[in-house]
């Protein structure tokens, strides 16, 4: 499909350039398209950007296919568990598509435009949308508990390109991103165990 093919051309353009260096005549001709077709299609270069990210080349788990994958009604421990395979997807992905770094490092140098403020606030309303979905305990804000562990895997996966170690945890290994997955299912498990004792008390 032609669209398809022009928004996963733009993921190429954009890990081989950056987002700043990209452009509509890069993606048309590595997708070997018209340009005048990608105007069609999206508007023009911020209407490109949005596809990209709403139709989950950005992440998967950005299209409303993913948060449909997830079954309804999960018993809470359930829901803990997969609340930390969500966050180990998202750490996983990220990883491995450069684009979507590429794209994060650009809302981080231009987050006062309007595209950009476009693009964080539908990540915003997906994140709203799976806790909705997988937090098993609404009443203790899984939404702050969200940002602080999509932040953290951010700015780790971000900062792997410059540095070797975090501690001594090897980000050039794949035991050391094994122990962040670990540790990550434990803080989730942890935080599980611990709000559940603490709804208990106020049960009783």
Sequence with gaps: MTMERILRAMGDVMAERGTDKAGINAVAD?????????????????????????????????????????PNNLAPEARSKAWSEYTIQFMREFRSRKSSQELIRWEMSNGGTELARRLADFRDQSYSNMVSKLAPYS??????????????????????????????????????????????????????????????????
Excluded: C
């Design 30 to 70: 590595r997708a070997g398209v018209n340009k005048v077709l990608i105007y069609r299609y999206f508007g023009g270069w911020n209407g490109l950007l949005e596809a990209y990210v709403q139709r989950g080349f950005f992440l998967s788990m950005f299209n409303e296919k993913f948060l449909d994958s997830v």
């Design 139 to 204: 009443d203790f804000d899984p939404t702050a508990i969200t940002s602080l562990m999509v932040a953290a895997v951010t700015h780790i996966v971000l900062t792997s390109d410059q540095r070797d170690h975090i501690g001594d945890i090897d980000l050039r290994s794949d035991a050391g991103w094994e122990r962040l997955e670990k540790a990550i299912r434990r803080i989730y498990s942890s935080l599980s165990i611990a709000l559940e004792r603490e709804n208990t008390k106020q049960v009783e």
